[in-house]
């Protein structure tokens, strides 16, 4: 798991709901599903450390954890925190969006397939080197190593 303490995982989850709420509209889940927000807890790896003090930094912009806020007074710590959070602040927004990207009802709300988009299939020709026309087709170009 993470090693964030349960009030920053909170405010995790309640700031994720602010970047990316969930969509009745496109059918989609907010950011802070609790799929969503699993896949973030186990996968921080080495941005466990920024995103902490992230977090610790919206902790003392709030003064009290953010799910406890009225929405206008969470919007407006949350647009201090953006503004004064610097790369903390900057690889939690990169881990929020990374984890809601890559959860399969979002993938699918984009009408993306849920496999590597390229080639058509899973598998190519043998012999088939047709992709490689358009790198044919270019001029010779000799650059030093």
Request: charge should be negative; glycine fraction near 6%; include cysteine.
């Amino acid at each position: 798991m993470s090693d964030l303490t349960e009030a920053q995982r909170d405010d995790l989850r309640t700031i994720a709901a602010i970047i990316i709420p969930a969509s009745d509209e496109y059918k989609v889940p907010g950011a802070d599903d609790p799929a969503i927000q699993a896949d973030m807890l186990m996968t921080l790896g080495r941005d466990t450390e920024l995103v902490a003090k992230a977090l610790d930094h919206l902790a003392r912009l709030a003064g009290k954890p953010l799910a406890v806020l009225d929405a206008a007074k969470r919007d407006s710590i949350a647009q201090e925190f953006r503004a004064t959070g610097g790369p903390a602040a900057a690889t939690l927004v990169r881990v929020v969006l990374q984890c809601y990207y890559r959860d399969d009802r979002v993938l699918r709300s984009l009408g993306l397939e849920l496999r590597a988009p390229f080639p058509g299939g899973y598998v190519l020709e043998d012999g088939d080197w047709s992709l490689l026309d358009p790198v044919k087709a270019r001029p010779v170009s000799l650059r030093r190593a």
